[in-house]
């Protein structure tokens, strides 16, 4: 009977500290949808914040803003990680941009032997990237060194 009785004494402290901690940043599920409006700072690297130790909610493995040629921010942009240039190769990710040009996941990516990034635009055009990248940290690159990412 003690030994039962201890047993369930070091269960229930055990669950209270599961329950109690504070979840990390990472641990935090943050995705985005199409026609959602819940981001912010188009144009910034979003990793900047939404990382390990960060200020954002959740950790992003992949994201960054897309734009309409006309330069506005595009409402409802699709981004695919392809394992092959062009849309070929396996699918590894889908991600839906929101209503503010925005497109960010913390769902897990696997990104090795690097992904080929396709944009597609609410016209049906779409626009691929050439090379490969082995992170998903769009705006750390376009709008700053490289165009940023336009589709229309």
Request: charged share 15%; aromatic share 8%.
């Amino acid at each position: 009977m003690k030994i039962v009785v201890m047993a369930m004494a070091a269960i229930t402290v055990s669950m209270f500290a599961v329950s109690c901690k504070n979840e990390p940043a990472c641990g935090e599920t943050n995705v985005s949808s199409a026609g959602g409006d819940d981001s912010h700072n188009m144009g910034r690297n979003c990793m900047s914040c939404h990382t390990e130790g960060g200020e954002g909610d959740g950790c992003f493995n992949a994201a960054g803003t897309a734009y309409y040629s006309s330069g506005s921010t595009h409402s409802s942009a699709i981004v695919k990680l392809f394992t092959q240039p062009d849309g070929q190769g396996e699918l590894r990710a889908t991600i839906y941009g929101d209503s503010k040009g925005n497109f960010y996941t913390t769902d897990d990516i696997n990104f090795s032997g690097g992904l080929y990034p396709a944009v597609y635009g609410s016209s049906g055009e779409v626009e691929y990237m050439n090379s490969s990248i082995t992170k998903g940290a769009c705006n750390s690159c376009h709008g700053v060194s490289e165009e940023r990412i336009e589709v229309d």
